[in-house]
């Protein structure tokens, strides 16, 4: 079993409000990730969480606050975003994480975000 | 500067017309090249792996291979079904990181 689950499927927030978006593995992955995928772009990588720390933060904006609960679920705390990150969030699991070879991604469908 | 390119952009086939796409890469230190299908809407969905110039590897009407600058994904006879949006992945450098392509956008006609 490769899955990864997302909820919620689709959110629609104003710039004031506070939301988060989940994602769970059940797979004994070490390794989470955050993606964020514009219309016909390919996904950016936003954070990596490996053995339930922040390995990875590429320079995203504070609004966006990842958090690792355990090794199964990781979370996206969003706070006053704009209408430009309006996106598809994909979350996504890896046996081993950064730095390991031979370590495919698994994808979770993804949140579609849309900021009023 | 490490870079994949993916190549068409979009091409649309027949039903059963047989086709390649193409991910070439310039980077430092190829970990690994990796095939997704990605159907509107949806996450990523993981096709291949390959590893080392020469491996093949096959699912169903997909075929994928890879040599030391690119990979090739070779479609036979495909349906209509199979139309998504196809990305390549290479996990290269110091710290394996991923970088992906811009994706190939293919559309089968019955």
């Known amino acids: 079993d490769t899955e990864v689950t997302q909820t919620p499927k689709h959110l629609v927030m104003g710039m004031t409000n506070k939301k988060s978006l989940k994602c769970e593995q059940h797979?004994?992955?070490?390794?989470m990730y955050w993606y964020k995928q514009k219309a016909k772009k390919p996904p950016e990588l936003m954070f990596v969480?490996?053995?339930?720390?922040?390995?990875i933060n590429e320079s995203v904006p504070s609004r966006f606050s990842p958090e690792c609960p355990n090794s199964s679920l990781l979370n996206l705390h969003l706070h006053a975003l704009q209408p430009e990150d309006s996106a598809l969030y994909l979350c996504?699991?890896?046996?081993?994480?950064?730095?390991?070879?031979?370590?495919?991604?698994?994808f979770g469908p993804g949140t579609r975000l849309t900021v009023l | 500067e490490d870079q994949v390119t993916q190549s068409p952009e979009a091409l649309r086939l027949q039903e059963g017309e047989s086709s390649s796409l193409n991910c070439s890469y310039t980077?430092?230190?190829?970990?690994?090249l990796f095939w997704y299908r990605q159907d509107p809407g949806k996450g990523p969905e993981f096709l291949f792996t390959?590893?080392?110039a020469g491996e093949e590897k096959e699912k169903e009407r997909l075929k994928a291979t890879l040599t030391k600058k690119e990979s090739f994904l070779h479609i036979t006879a495909p349906k209509p079904e199979d139309s998504a949006t196809y990305l390549c992945?290479?996990?290269?450098?110091?710290?394996?990181?991923?970088?992906f392509g811009s994706g190939t956008k293919l559309n089968v006609k019955p």
């Open positions: 996504a699991s890896s046996q081993r994480g950064p730095g390991a070879v031979r370590d495919t991604q698994y």
């Open positions: 797979m004994g992955h070490r390794a």
């Open positions: 969480y490996s053995y339930e720390k922040l390995s």
């Open positions: 980077v430092s230190g190829l970990r690994g």
């Open positions: 390959l590893y080392s």
């Open positions: 992945a290479v996990q290269a450098g110091d710290f394996n990181k991923f970088y």
